[in-house]
């Protein structure tokens, strides 16, 4: 596609419960990025991933938080036993990677809500 | 954490006028960018300076970075009502790839 797809835009669920972010980065970019976005915030950064390499998993805040990543695609965020905590809006962005960080191209992001 | 902090938190000002707005950061960088948010959607990419530049200019933005001070402004000349967003700072720490985004600086242009 043109841009970065993320999917659901909007997921409701109940405490306790796990949730699956789906995101489509742009073809061709090797660098893959999640961030959490809490309401009136700035972005957290969650997990990096750049080509075939140990993707960065510094920022998860728990191991309820776990990424993958299928190549230089699709990438799959899950929260398992999903907390009220949780709520926030998960962005998504890919650049072309390589060795030094250039412009991200975000998507939409995935607004959850826990209940 | 944070590794860019935006200053003023939030900004209001007449449609004509120039809007600034600051980033601190902490560590030494490879480059500085500057972001968009427009209310409930994704970032967008707005200007991007090097750590050996100085100032960049783009339509109506004009960027400045002085890596002795570990600070940077972005500039909005001549602002527009869709200039009303959240304007964020990222930098990339030396021998990191991945981008650290401050708090941001919420701009609301006034008609």
């Known amino acids: 596609g043109a841009g970065v797809s993320q999917s659901p835009s909007n997921k409701v669920t109940e405490k306790g419960k796990d949730v699956e972010l789906r995101c489509d980065p742009i073809s061709g970019h090797t660098a893959l990025y999640w961030y959490r976005q809490r309401l009136g915030q700035g972005l957290e950064f969650l997990i990096y991933?750049?080509?075939?390499?140990?993707?960065?998993k510094s920022g998860l805040p728990s191991d309820r938080f776990s990424a993958e990543r299928t190549g230089e695609s699709v990438s799959t965020l899950t929260i398992q036993r999903t907390q009220q905590e949780d709520s926030a809006v998960y962005l998504c962005a890919s650049s072309l990677g390589g060795t030094r960080t250039g412009e991200l191209f975000f998507g939409e992001g995935s607004r959850l809500t826990v209940l | 954490s944070q590794q860019g902090e935006e200053d003023p938190q939030a900004l209001s000002i007449q449609e004509g006028e120039n809007a600034t707005m600051n980033c601190s950061y902490k560590t030494s960088i490879n480059n500085l960018q500057w972001y968009r948010q427009n209310s409930g959607r994704g970032l967008v990419h707005l200007i991007l300076?090097?750590?050996?530049?100085r100032e960049k200019h783009s339509g109506r933005l004009r960027v400045t970075l002085d890596t002795s001070k570990k600070s940077s402004s972005l500039l909005i000349t001549a602002s527009r009502a869709a200039d009303t967003a959240s304007y964020f700072c990222a930098t990339d720490a030396r021998g990191d790839y991945k981008l650290s985004f401050g708090a941001g600086t919420t701009v609301t242009v006034r008609a």
């Open positions: 991933f750049q080509g075939n390499s140990a993707p960065d």
């Open positions: 300076i090097r750590s050996n530049e």
